[in-house]
Nanobody, 124 residues
Framework: QVQLVDTGGGLVQAGGSLRLSCSTSGRSFSTLTMAWFRQAPGKEREFVAAISWSGGNTYYPDSVKGRFTISRDNAKNTVYLQMNSLKPEDTAVYYC?????????????????WGQGTQVTVSS
């Protein structure tokens, strides 16, 4: 069983930065593909970023490409999401997710394990 704990959310002004962290339990972190999703009020959850086991492959949708960076530290069992140039439309609850295997995917249903979510609010 894998447990994920998301932290780092908060309130920031437009143009600012935040770094989210997701720590995992268990000994299998280095075999997990990790991802971040977000869900704004009244909207479906959407894919934000994903990273492979080794960190060599990453994937972002156009909405965050160039502003967000996903990274991982396998020694610390932690994945990060660095968010720069934040916009009000980035306001959402952000969720860390994990799946076994080394294929980077964006479909929510392909991820088995989920964190509890952390709120990010960007003011204009």
């Amino acid at each position: 069983q894998v447990q994920l704990v998301d932290t780092g959310g908060g309130l920031v002004q437009a143009g600012g930065s935040l770094r989210l962290s997701c720590s995992t339990s268990g000994r299998s972190f280095s075999t997990l593909t990790m991802a971040w999703f977000r869900q704004a009020p009244g909207k479906e959850r959407e894919f934000v970023a994903a990273i492979s086991w080794s960190g060599g492959n990453t994937y972002y949708p156009d909405s965050v490409k160039g502003r967000f960076t996903i990274s991982r530290d396998n020694a610390k069992n932690t994945v990060y999401l660095q968010m720069n140039s934040l916009k009000p439309e980035d306001t959402a609850v952000y969720y860390c997710a994990a799946r076994r295997g080394d294929i980077v995917v964006s479909r929510e249903g392909r991820y088995t394990y989920w964190g509890q979510g952390t709120q990010v609010t960007v003011s204009s």
